[in-house]
């Protein structure tokens, strides 16, 4: 018998309902984090959602979230981050500042222009399989920067989802789709580690 | 490799997906590339490129028309987040200008002077997407059918006073509310009152709300305000004149950013709103002559 697990939503800007809509039909619990208080030992993930990396990244800050996520990251808390999320958890963001900096990526903003560039597409995901990809104002990943970080996408000569440990990152938004195999996945990877942490 | 598939249906789920990506949020008039950078440090999810805010056009009357195309790329050129702009109702041409220098959401906005006192663009026809006010659901689901993909309350822009953003708010959803409440042979009875397509009736039916996202706008000056919008169900906030009108534009737009994700926490609004400096003056709703929400139904 699985141990129950919490997943905390970041909520701060952007794209957290729709996260919220896949969980729930994956019936597992999570919780808004939207300040520091939210923000407990008992989360065993955390979802960073699309949206604007500028505005998530100064609210982090503002809200005294940033070093306490930043170090949950790095110790393990599993994480899954979509379109800005990649963004903020980027090493190097090749036209901004980088944020979080924990997923050793180089990642470049608005890499395929405005809105008139935002695309769809079908493609495979490493370990999923087929999937429909919707690309919003989206990023592309440049340069994998450790040779632990698995590829999992490549679209159009870019890659757009990468897996590096406990982190999981796509420039494309599962939770526009009804395809719930990516949060799935990403609650497998959160149930590991839980039983892991049990465990020992 | 994976091949990119495109098509105008397919364009619109994109264009209805960049507003989810908007929510949360809040978005700032700004008529330099200076006010966009402050906006955008501060904290703003997009940025609406216009010469002069509404409190301005309001000042200074006469016709209010789309803002210069050089002025608008260069708050483009000036910041990383979504810029939109304003065209006139029913003004296909500034609309296309719009398009073509790829604005990412164009605001078919009743604070310019009307172009068509009858029709208002047809926006299935455009690439970009469309944001449009409304005043109530017939209204909202109108401008749907036409192909908007985001919606707005309209307020009474450039006032300060936010009694008619409230009021359009509460009317959107209290009719929502009534069309979830009725039985599936009544939609079309409301379809007809509402004077809207009986699709978009019966999304409403199902899902209790709009199939676009619907953010509230319109007289919208601290962050009590704005706080109050996302407490009646606004998924964000356009604040115009209620920043660059005030004392302390930089720190009254981070206070405001910062109520909008934290709507319910009144202990850190109401810190947020110390020593904010002078807020916009504001003019009653109820003492103006022009009531810009009355343009376009």
Known sequence: MAEKMTIGV???????????????????????????????????????PGGESTVQGKLLHDLGLFEPLRQKIIQGLPVMATCAGLILLAEEVSNDKPLLATLPVRVRRNAYGRQLGSFAADGAVAGIGDYPLRFIRAP????????????????????????????????????????????????????????????? | MAEKTEGIGNRYELNKNLAQMLKGGVIMDVTTPEQAKIAEEAGACAVMALERIPADIRAAGGVARMSDPAMIRGIQEAVSIPVMAKCRIGHIVEAQLLQAIEIDYIDE?????????????????????????????????????????????????????????????????????????????????????????????????????????????????????????????????????????????????????????????????????????????????????????????
């Open chain 1, 10 to 48: 970041l909520a701060l800007q952007g794209a957290f309902d729709e996260h919220e809509a896949m969980l729930k039909e994956l019936a597992a619990d999570y919780r808004e984090i939207r300040q520091r208080k939210d923000l407990t030992d008992d989360l065993d993930g955390i979802i960073i």
């Open chain 1, 140 to 200: 592309y990943i440049e340069a994998c920067l450790a040779t632990e970080v698995q590829v999992l996408n490549e679209t159009a000569g870019h890659i757009t989802a990468v897996q590096y440990h406990n982190q999981l990152a796509m420039a494309f938004h599962p939770e526009l789709t009804h395809d719930l195999r990516i949060h799935a996945y990403f609650l497998e990877i959160a149930a590991k580690r839980k039983k892991l942490a049990l465990g020992a």
């Open chain 2, 109 to 297: 906005s009743e604070v310019l002077s009307p172009a068509d006192d009858v029709y208002h663009i047809d926006k299935r026809k455009f690439a970009v997407p469309f944001v449009c006010g409304a005043r109530d659901l017939g209204e909202a689901l109108r401008r749907i059918s036409e192909g908007a993909a985001m919606i707005r309350t309209k307020g009474e822009p450039g006032t300060g006073d936010v009694v008619q953003a409230v009021h359009h708010m509460r009317k959107i959803n209290q009719q929502m509310a009534a069309i979830a409440s009725l039985r599936e042979d009544e939609l079309f009875e409301a379809a007809k009152k509402y004077q809207v397509p009986y699709d978009l009736v019966a999304y409403v039916h199902e899902h209790k709300k709009l199939p676009v996202v619907n953010f509230a706008a319109g007289g919208v000056a601290t962050p009590a305000d704005a706080a109050l919008m996302m407490q009646l169900g606004a998924e964000g906030v356009f604040v115009g004149s209620g920043i660059f009108k005030s004392g302390n534009p930089a720190k009254r737009a981070s206070a405001i950013v910062q109520a909008v994700t934290n709507y319910e926490d009144a202990e850190l609004i109401a810190r947020l709103s110390e020593n904010l400096g002078e807020a916009m003056v504001g003019i009653n709703a109820d003492e103006i002559q022009l009531l810009m929400a009355e343009r376009g139904r």
